[in-house]
């Protein structure tokens, strides 16, 4: 079972920049996609990236060009730098792990969630 751990989150004012952190605690086949989610009060959940073992990075239109997905450590650390925040980018923001890339964009393909970190741009 893989555990998630989310950190980075916190308040900030648009135009500013956040660095959202996420911890598994073992490098395995679950693990071989990780994305960001997030989510607000009486909305769906939302993937913003995504990013497979290769490395490979993909983003949601909302987000392209003003955040960056990325690894390090083994792949056990991702990370999410998001910069020129907006007031729509207020959310949880949660990681997920998901063994399939081709599934890599569908929420229910993630097997493994963190608790989520908020973000909140005033």
């Known amino acids: 079972h893989v555990q998630l751990v989310e950190s980075g989150g916190g308040s900030v004012q648009a135009g500013g920049s956040l660095r959202l952190s996420c911890v598994a605690s073992?490098?395995?086949?679950?693990?071989?996609?990780m994305g960001w989610f997030r989510q607000t009060p009486g909305k769906e959940r939302e993937g913003v990236a995504w990013i497979d073992g290769f490395g490979t990075a993909t983003y949601a239109d909302s987000v392209k060009g003003r955040f960056t997905i990325s690894q390090d450590n083994g792949r056990k650390n991702l990370y999410l730098e998001m910069n020129d925040l907006k007031v729509e980018d207020t959310a949880t923001y949660f990681c997920a792990a998901n063994p399939d890339p081709a599934t890599i964009e569908i929420q229910w393909s993630y097997l493994y969630w963190g608790q989520g970190t908020q973000v909140t741009v005033s």
């Open positions: 073992e490098s395995t086949y679950a693990t071989r996609c």
